[in-house]
Every structure is written in C-alpha cells, then in structure tokens.
C-alpha cells in the first residue's frame, strides 16, 4: 500500500467523523428552536473567544488529556482499562488528603502528594490486572464497577473523616491547600496551570517510549497479538502489570493536579460529574490509542466541553449538546474499522 | 450432463481467481478437481454453492441455466458442500448437527426424538456407524467428517462437493472415506472432489480437471493419464529436487528425555515419555496427522507450556520449564505451526514483526532505546535477501500473502543463526515458489552444521528434507527410521496406528 | 437485626431485581448469538426516559410503555446497524451507545421539560400495583409474591418464555447456532444478519421494560443517568448465569437481594456510603465464584478485534 494513499484515508475518517458530529449537533439546536448559526458562534466564542475562555479550554483539557494517556497506554497493551475514573477520583482523594496531612509545605509537599495519589491510583488499576491474572476476572467489568466503589469511598473520606467541618453544610469537601502547596498557575488570572505543562511533556514522553524504546515495542506486540509477544519472550504477565500501573498513574496524576491547579482541594463529585475520565477515555479511542493524538483529541473534546457552555450560559440549548457530538463522533469513528475489515476481506478473498 | 459450468470467470477488483473455466459433471461419477494453493479450486465450488457469485459465466444444472443466489439455493437444487473446515457447531449433538436447518418439528417444537431416529436411519442406509446423540464436540475427526458428509445427504443433495475432504484425516481414515466415496456413487450420488493430493485422485476419481493460476489447464480421463502429467499440469514446470549432500555427524545440539506433559484441566495425557536427540549438520524430522501432540511438544521445547516430567537440554543448557525468552538466548530460534496466532501480528508493520526477539540485541538498542536506523536497514536488507514481495516495510504484515509471510517469518529465525531452528509446519498453504525457498534455507541452514527439527504433517516434505524421521502418534514417538529407511508406507502405517514390523 | 431481614425482603428484592433480570435477559440473548452488549446501560437509560417523557404526555401509563418500547428498539436498531452491518468494534461502540443515550436523555429533559437534573409531576400515574387474585389468596406467598408493578411479572415470564425458547424451539437452537458459528450456520442458509438484529432488537424491548420499571415503577420521574451503571450490573448479571435465563435470574436475584438490604443498612447507624457500594462489591465478588466462559470468550473475541 502507498503511503500517501494511507495517510490521506487515516485523515479523512475523522474528519468526516467531526462534521457528522457537528450535522447531528445542528439537529439538536434546531429542535430545541434556537439559530444554529448563533448557537455555533456562541459555542466557538465559549471555547476560544478570548484569552480566558482559551486559558480556560486548555485548563479543562489537562485531565482529560492525562486521564486519556493513561487510557491510551493500557489500550496499547491490549487491556481495556475503563477504570480511568475511579482512578482518577483515588488519585485526587490522596493528593488532597496528603497535602493537608504533611507537617511542611512548599514543592516537597506537592511532590510528595501528587506521587502518592499517582501510586494510590496505580495500584488501583494494578489491582484489577490482579484480579484478571489470577483470577480471570474479567478488566472490562472489574475496573467499571471499581470506578463506583472508588467513587463513593472517596465520598465517604470527604464526608466522614477528612471533612473540611469549618464550613458548615454543603457540599463535602477536604481542606483547603496550602498557599505554598499548590500548582502555580501559568498566566496570572487566568486557570490555565502547570497542570498542562507537565501534561504536554508526558505526552511526547509516552509517544516517544511506544515508538522509540524496547518496553514500548514488547506494551505495542502485547496489545497486537498476545501468542506472538510471548512466542517472541516478552514477558506478558510483566509487561500487563507495569501496563496497567503506568495507566492507572496517569488517571491519578490527572486527579493530583486538579486538586493542587484547580479546585485546591477535593470536593465530593468535582472530578466525576464533568466525566474528565470518560471524555479521556473517548479522547483515546478517537485518536487510536496514539499518545500524541489523544492529546490533540482531548484538547477538542474540552472545546466541545467549554464551548457548549458557553452555549448554556447565552442560548437555551442545553449542554449536553457535546456529550452527543462526542457520541456521535465516536460511533463515526468507531466504524472505521469496518472499513478496514472490508478491505482486508477482499484481499483474503483470493 | 448433471451439471456444467459454462465460462466462469471470478474477479476479486484487479485479481482474477477464476479465468473462463469450463467443467462438467455425469451421474454416478467422482470428478476430482486439482491445483496447488490458490489456483482457484475453493473459489469455483464456493460459487456453485451460492457463497460467491460468478462475475461472468453460466451454470446449468440438469440442461436449465439457474442462478445460485445463496447455499439455500444450491441446497435446493441438490447440491451439497463438505468443506475443508467442517462447519459444524461443537456442543450440539451428532443428530442435531446433520438435521440443522431441516430439522422435524411438532410447530415451533423441535422434535429431537424424530432427528435422532431419522440420523440413525439415514447412517445406517450408507453404511456409516456413528450415534447420533454423541456430542461432535467430543468426536474424532473421522467421525466429525462422517457427520458432514451425512448432512448433505439428509438435506437430499445429489451432487456432493467435498473440499479437502483428506486434510485432517490419518491415512486409515482416507481409506475408509474413499471407500465411502464410491459407495456413495453406487448409491447414485455423483461427487466433485477437490485435493491437491494426487494418490488419492488417482485412487478414486472418474474424471480429473486441473487448475493452475484460476485457469483450466486439462481435463483428463484418469485412467488415461498418471500422476506425472498431473503434476505437470498444476505447477506448470518441473519441480526442482534439492539432494541432501552427505551428513557430517556432530555432537548433539537438543535433547530431549523422558519429556511428559497432561492437559491441567482433563488430566488427560499429551506427551508421554518423550526422548529423542537433534545433532549439529542435521535435519530430524517429526512426522504424524495433526494433533497427535506435535503442537505440545513445540510448546515443551519452546518454553510456551511446562511439562511435569522430563528435561529439555539446549547447547548442554538444562532449560526445562524455563522462560521463553532464556531458551531463546541459549540458542533456539523457532518458525511457528500457525504463523497468523503465533507467527505475526497482523496489523504491525513488517519492521515492528521482523524485530522480535532481536530488539534486545546490541546493535539494535542501547539502553533500551531503539536505533531505528539499523533496524530499518537491517529489515530492508533481509527482506531482499529473502525474496519477500512487499511494497514498504512500513506496510502492515496482513498485506502480505501467506507465502510472503513465511518467507519474513522464515528470514526472521533462521537469520538469528542459532545453533538449533525448530521449523513447524514451514510451508504449509503456500505456494509452490515460496516453499522451494523455504526448504532451500533448511537445507543451508543444515549444511553450515546447525541443527534443525522439522515438524511437518505433509509425509512429502519429511521425506524430501530430514536425515532422520521420527513418527508421533497420540502423544508418543510410535517409530524412527533413517533416511535411506524411511517410506510413505511405513510412515503411514504408524501414523494410523499400526506396528512397526 | 430482625428489621433487616424479614419477609418483606424478598417483595422489595423482587422489585429491585426486575430492572436487572430484563436488561440481563436482553444480555442474554445476544450473548447467545454472538453479539457482546455494552449498551444495555444507555438502552435502559432511554426507555426509562420514553417513559416518562410519554407518560407526560399522554398520560397514560400503558402507552408510555409502549412508546418507549417503540423509541428504545429503534435505538437498538442503530446499535445493531454499528454492530452487524459496519463491523464497528462491540465494546467501543457500546460505550459510545450508553454516552450517546446520557446525552440524549439529559438534551431532551433540558428542552422538553425545560428541567436540569431531574423531572417531576405530581399528576402523573406510575405503573399501578398488581394484587394477583389467586396468589394474593395463599398465606404468607402472598405477601411474598403480590403487590408488584406488572413489569416485575412480566419479568418472571420472560424468564420462562426465553427458557423455553432456547430449550424446546427450533428457532432457539438456531440462535444458539449462530452464537457458536456463525459461518457455519452461514453456510447452511441461516440468516445470521437478521438473527443478531432480531436478539439485539429483542434486547431493546426488554431494556426499555427495564428502565421503565426504574423511572415508572420504582419511583415516578427521570433524572439524568438514573440507571447508575445498572445496565452494567445486568451484564454482569448475564455474565454469571453463563446467559441461561435461570440463571440471569439466580445472578439479578442476588443482585436484587443486595440492593434491597443495602437500602435497609441505610436506616442503621452505617455510612450511606457503604451501603451503596454493596451491590458493587458484591458482583465483584461473585465474579470469584462464577465464570461464564462462553462469553469470556465471546468477550475475548470482541476485543481482540479492537486490537
């Protein structure tokens, strides 16, 4: 096949994926009676209007971005990790704990806080690989139903134990993070912070160990064929565990840094009603698993996000309008490869 | 005329599967179809069974030109496919398998009672011993292929195609299911054969079409012709014979002794007491039907499955149960039985399959980061040395045809220039060209004073290449002969079972 | 403790299972052909949403069924199209299914009911409760037995209709034979497509009795997501009863049986919290003990296809 001719199909499929999304959007506005053209405008303006509401995306778009590395990564491997939410919510539940916790503040604390929620998290998801090794319990279903017990424990932390009891009623929530301890932020009065900085890095991190090194290339033959990585000696039972526990790390820092960038502290249902951890999760099928990709995707995905709104805030379309764009674009996306399979067929076909 | 196939041409986009073929089948005859791997045998039967549509051309049956839209169709006009991977569905019972899709009913209800009694009938009218509520599951092949064959009867077929009916089965079993075959004829079916097997042709068949390149090239009588001009007509040219030049000994490279291995679950036994040894310069070969443990014994050697008793020796390394990956490093490289489960991963691209195992290698990694510019030179390099047809090695391993594959499968391991190569299966389903290339590199591999254990179910290749043969039947070395000793008789013989006498 | 297990248990683990042994049934029967469905979750979501959405409307609870049916299978069409016709990945477009259904859901509540959050009537009629004359007469069954919303009956019959079918029928076996080979029952002249569209459809009918059991039967209203990863918790369900129906309903029934305790612990001096993750831990823990391993491999053969 020519390369070229590759390319330009790799490019055309989400392409043509976005602008059914965005006809199926336009069905929606209209139903709900509003201009289309305005709604759109509006939408643009919500995530990309100014300075703010840019900063803005691009601070949204930092969890999902990890959150969807980390999703990314096990996809690679083969394993589908669906527990980047539980995840997440383990990791930022540690972080915040930690950070009040440590008698000192400052960059030790942080690094200190934010390790710990990453490992919390990675083991988590490493113990659902645990469970499928030794138990053949099904990854798919474990790490979905650990996303609620996940959830609710760190419900339970924020509403019993480590409750902040200086505010009363409300939301539960942790303390609030020390001055000293947080995340400084990249454009003063703006969100944005260092959060994205150590997201992009990440990413050309994990583009450049798949592509470039041994343990990327035994994670890529695992996820391609497991009988011909272990025909070949790679150690499945490893690759699968540290695979897994790079992965739930990554939903965890995801977490940590939107405790000490954003919010300063762990409030009940933050992290999870705006499903940071699906929209990754989404992000990472959309772009196939590719580190890079995922995170161009992802930064989309929190456009749509933002954008819509800005769309809530000025017209009376509901934002709900991404999640079905997101959809949309997924179930686009996802019959790419039937194509594929239609072409292989024909070639089996002699 | 029973059935005629008038000009049929089959184009796949720019590929031509079947070019203009004409074919005719009589009442009461065995019409045996041959050609190599891809000379377009199946696609032609597919079509007269209503799983493909001809591009061009016509098909009459009993004088009417009719059109086969689907195996409804064809089953309708009495036509019947066995094919060559039995369509059968494992946890249904024998009675319930031949009746499916016609099955006795009160209403909706099915009336397995009246299934069993009619299969059990239905067996008996052609002679055939089977019980109709044995699980297929748990049946051997010959009988699974009993139950293919009873099905086209029960569906009333007239004309029986059967596509590689001899594959699977132990030279016993051939002979029974030729028998049966005539029987059948007898008994006013008239059947299209299709093999590559030439004995079995010459053993049955009225009439014999041969197909080379989706192209008729004769239609013969067969007992006006003989397996020489049959041959003639499939591959086009003479085939080359590659002489094994005398055998240097050296001293033992594997060793295997006392190796046993029981299924974990059933506790049934799959290798029983295993021994034998492979020595430098030489080419051993592990002759049996498939599934007679050869594959539990490249999983024992290859460090893919444990075994509970015995050892393993490579180089004089005790490597029993060790990893993949420490058996590869003491000097094993291995071309895989299956190479789309074990061999490739399909969708990589040919360098990320051509790498494996060699990635760790010092002139392709340096502290774990990979020098892609010696890769992509090395695999362009082997790539050319072993003739493999692709446009890029960039390009994903599923692009490549069967025989292409093997021939980088093949570059891959015997390029690691090991003292030992386990080949299993090197050539099975490719063409013609790539396995004389193949069987080639086993020959230099030999004569550089490596050791090379084939493991092959095809009798012709373990007689071309080995020194030495060793016969495997149920889990056990049932004989061993040397070279100048060794026959397709007496390997058949304990390939069925039989005595060594 | 005599408050927290007592006979009435087994009436509220009845109520609670229903939802779980339909949208398990409908699991079921496409596991049983082949077809691995994650969208249970987003298929319950929308009938529990039709449901009420029609039943504001037409305030007539019988047609709100039946036109949340009509929506739910006509959903499932489109699953079916991704899954059948364009060979889309099962789990990917699965879980594209249950966001798509989310956001359906959540848009139209938004501009229908002009509500966030969840909707409420006080006029509108839920699904009256059924006192069965001859069961409701027996001692001590009866108040076992009586008293449910009809769709908690209907669910018991499913049970023993899909029983019957895969057992006794001509056209379950050839369910059955599609879900082990499906080019060998190609071969001989099944009509693979139309069975799988027919078991994913079916299992559309049964989501939307699942989730109008949640939004009509249960309670009387819709709030956004209200199926909290219960389509989840019916694949499981399927899953553990290796997709027979007696056992999805063994599986939903213990399921049912948690749920109805864990709304008891909450009258107890323990953390709601706790409570709530019961059903959670409690499938997790069951998947210990049971292993379908048709569908592991069916599983098995769905993701590898993602590879």
New interface residues.
């Given amino acids: 096949m020519n390369k070229l001719k590759t390319n330009a199909t790799l490019f055309i499929q989400p392409i043509l994926a976005v602008i059914v999304g965005l006809l199926v959007g336009t069905i929606a506005i209209m139903l709900s009676g509003e201009s289309v053209a305005v709604t759109y405008q509006e939408m643009w303006k919500g995530a990309f209007g100014n300075l703010y509401f840019l900063t803005n995306t691009l601070e949204r778009a930092i969890p999902i971005i990890l959150a969807g590395l980390g999703v990314a990564f096990a996809f690679r491997a083969g394993f589908f990790n669906l527990g980047a939410e539980g995840q997440l919510v383990m990791g930022a539940v540690t972080t915040a704990i930690i950070t009040v916790s440590l008698p000192f503040q400052g960059l030790l604390n942080m690094i200190i806080s934010i390790v710990a929620g990453m490992l919390i998290a990675g083991l988590y998801s490493f113990f659902a690989g645990w469970m499928e090794q030794r138990f053949q319990i099904n990854l798919l279903i474990s790490t979905l139903l650990l996303n609620y017990i996940a959830v609710l424990f760190a419900g339970y932390l924020v509403s019993e134990p480590f409750r902040d009891t200086s505010s009363a009623g409300g939301v539960p929530q942790t303390v609030m993070v020390d001055q000293a301890s947080r995340l400084p932020k990249l454009i003063t009065g703006m969100n944005l912070h260092y959060g994205f900085v150590i997201a992009i890095i990440l990413a050309i991190v994990i583009a450049f160990i798949m592509k470039r090194t041994t343990f990327g290339y035994e994670v890529k033959m695992l996820g391609q064929n497991v009988f011909f990585a272990q025909y070949g000696g790679i150690n499945r039972k490893k690759t699968m565990f540290i695979s897994l526990l790079i992965s739930g790390m990554l939903a965890g820092l995801a977490g940590s840094v939107e405790v000490l960038g954003m919010h300063y502290r762990f409030i009940e249902g933050a992290l999870s009603n705006p499903q940071f951890a699906w929209t990754g999760l989404m992000a990472a099928l959309l772009a196939n698993s590719n580190p890079v990709g995922t995170t161009i995707v992802a930064i989309f995905l929190a456009a749509l996000d933002t954008g819509s709104l800005g769309v809530e805030r000025n017209t009376d379309v509901p934002n709900s309008i991404s999640g079905i764009i997101q959809a949309v674009l997924i179930l686009f996306i996802s019959a790419k490869f039937s194509f594929e399979f239609l072409k292989q067929r024909k070639k089996e076909g002699k | 005329m029973l059935l005629e196939l008038k000009g049929i041409t089959k184009k796949?986009?720019d590929?031509t599967?079947n070019d203009h073929i004409d074919f005719s089948l009589n009442k009461q005859e065995i019409h045996a179809i041959v050609g190599e791997n891809?000379a377009g045998k199946t696609?032609l039967m597919r079509m007269l069974y209503g799983?493909e549509k001809p591009t061009s051309g016509e098909i009459v049956i009993a004088g009417k030109s009719k059109t086969i839209d689907?195996?409804?169709d064809a089953?309708a006009l009495g036509i019947g496919?066995v094919?060559q991977h039995?369509?059968?569905?494992?946890?249904?019972t024998i009675a319930?398998n031949v009746v499916?899709?016609h099955?006795p009913?009160k209403s909706?209800?099915?009336d397995r009672k009246k299934a069993a009694e009619e299969v059990s009938q239905l067996a008996k009218k052609f002679g055939m011993n089977i019980d109709p509520l044995q699980i297929v599951g748990d049946a051997p092949v010959g009988i699974q292929q009993r139950v293919e064959i009873l099905?086209v009867l029960y569906q009333g077929a007239d004309v029986i195609i059967l596509d590689e009916p001899t594959a699977v089965l132990t030279p016993l079993e051939v002979k029974d299911l030729l028998a049966s075959l005539r029987e059948l004829v007898k008994m006013g079916k008239s059947i299209i054969l299709i093999t590559h097997k030439l004995n079995e042709v010459m053993a049955v068949s009225d009439r014999v079409t041969v197909l080379r390149d989706g192209k008729v090239t004769g239609t013969l009588e067969t007992r006006e012709t003989n397996p020489e001009e049959l041959s003639r007509l499939m591959v086009g040219r003479e085939l080359k014979n590659n002489p094994l030049p005398e055998k240097v000994k050296g001293k033992e490279v594997l060793s295997i002794k006392n190796v046993s291995m029981t299924d974990k679950d059933s506790g049934k036994s799959l290798l029983e007491n295993i021994s034998f040894q492979v020595q430098q310069g030489e080419i051993v070969g592990i002759a049996g039907v498939s599934g007679n443990g050869q594959s539990e014994l490249i999983q024992a050697i290859?460090g893919?499955a444990s075994v509970q008793n015995g050892s393993v020796t490579l180089n004089g390394t005790e490597l029993t149960n060790q990893?993949?990956?420490q058996?590869?490093e003491a000097g094993l490289a291995?071309i895989?039985e299956d190479r789309y489960?074990?061999?490739?991963?399909?969708?990589?691209s040919l360098v990320?399959n051509m790498?494996?195992?060699d990635?760790?290698k010092q002139e392709f990694?340096k502290s774990?980061?990979?020098k892609?510019k010696n890769i992509r030179k090395y695999v362009t390099d082997s790539i050319k040395k072993f003739n493999v047809k692709t446009?890029?090695i960039?390009?994903s391993a599923?692009?490549l045809s069967g025989g292409n594959l093997q021939k980088l499968i093949a570059a891959r391991e015997i390029q690691k220039n090991t003292p030992f190569l386990l080949a299993a299966e090197p050539t099975r389903g490719v063409d013609i060209g790539a396995m004389e290339f193949i069987h080639e590199q086993l020959i230099e591999k030999r004569n550089n004073g490596d050791a090379v254990l084939l493991i092959s179910s095809e009798l012709s290749e373990i007689l071309a290449l080995s020194d030495r043969v060793l016969v495997m039947y149920e889990g056990k070395i049932a004989g061993e002969f040397e070279r100048n000793e060794a026959s397709e008789e007496k390997l058949s013989i304990l390939m069925a079972g039989g005595r060594n006498e | 403790m005599e408050s927290l297990f007592d006979l009435s248990l087994i009436n509220s683990t009845l109520r609670m299972m229903a939802p779980l042994l339909l949208a398990g049934l409908g699991g079921a029967i496409c596991s049983r052909v082949g077809v691995f469905n994650v969208g249970l979750d987003g298929l319950m979501l929308m009938g529990a949403f039709l449901g009420i959405a029609a039943n504001a409307y037409t305030n007539n609870v019988w047609l709100a069924i039946l036109i949340a049916i009509i929506g739910t299978t006509i959903f499932s069409a489109l699953y079916g199209y991704m899954m059948i016709d364009l060979q889309a990945n099962m789990i990917v477009t699965g879980i594209a299914m249950n966001f798509l259904s989310i956001g359906m859901t959540t848009f139209a509540l938004r501009t229908i009911f002009d509500v966030q959050g969840a909707y409420y009537n006080n006029e509108m009629q839920g699904l009256p409760v059924w006192e069965i004359p001859v069961i409701d007469s027996i001692p001590l069954v009866g108040n076992l037995l009586s008293g449910q919303s009809p769709i908690v009956y209907l669910g018991i019959v499913c049970t023993i209709l899909m029983y019957i079918f895969f057992k006794k029928s001509v056209a379950g076996s050839h369910f059955d034979a599609v879900g082990i080979n499906p080019t060998a029952a190609k071969s001989q002249g099944i009509k693979v497509r139309r069975i799988q569209y027919l078991a994913v459809l079916i299992s559309g009918i049964l989501c939307a009795l699942a989730g109008a059991q949640l939004s009509l039967g249960q309670v009387t209203m819709f709030s956004e997501n209200m199926t909290a990863g219960r389509g989840f918790i019916a694949l499981v369900a399927t899953m553990l009863g290796q997709s027979n129906p007696i056992g999805v309903f063994l599986s939903s029934g213990l399921f049912g049986f948690t749920e109805a305790i864990s709304i008891r612990l909450q009258g107890l001096n323990v953390p709601t919290n706790f409570t709530l993750m019961l059903p959670y831990v409690i499938t997790i823990l069951a998947m210990f003990i049971f292993k379908d391993k048709n569908q592991l491999s069916a599983l098995k053969n769905s993701a590898g296809s993602s590879r």
């Fill in positions: 796949y986009g590929f599967a891809g696609t799983m689907n195996p409804n089953i496919m094919h039995f369509m059968l569905f494992p946890p249904f319930e499916f899709h099955e009913r909706w209800r099915y099905k290859t893919l990893s993949v990956k058996i590869r291995h895989p489960l074990w061999g490739a991963a399909k969708e990589a990320d790498m494996m195992t990635y760790v990694q774990g980061v990979l892609l446009t890029s960039d390009t599923q692009f």
